[in-house]
């Protein structure tokens, strides 16, 4: 599992070190796709891609379970590590989630999140006793 908060910059090849922590999790490749909130990226190591696609796979044939496997998969790429720890960012979802140069890596369980520093910083955790309110009845305990 992931966990962690990590501030790294893309440099101007687009290149970006992933934390040796999450290095040693995700292995020498792995997914990264466009993450719902605005501003965010999901990397998913090769395991946890593959039970994603067949979550995907097991949804029911209609307009939205479509559109949902659409936006994933259409912009899932395979990246792999270089021997500094790097790994490239595709233009296209560099570009989907504005990421300029400062970025935070944030582990997230079965996925790592790349968000841009200041949509990072936006993030306001204000509701959370509503929140975890919300969750309880779910059955979380905190």
Known sequence: MFK?????????????????????????????TRGLENGCLYIYGAEEWNRFEENLRALPSNENSRKLVRYFTANAADVEVDKQGRILIPTTLKEAAELEK??????????????????WDQNVYDDMNDIAEQMAELGLSI
């Open 4 to 32: 962690g908060e990590y501030n790294h910059t893309i440099d101007p090849k687009n290149r970006l070190i992933i934390p040796a922590k999450f290095r040693e999790q995700l292995g020498e490749a792995f997914v990264i």
């Open 102 to 119: 400062d970025v935070v890596l944030a582990g997230v369980l079965t996925r790592i999140e790349i968000w841009a520093k200041d949509k």
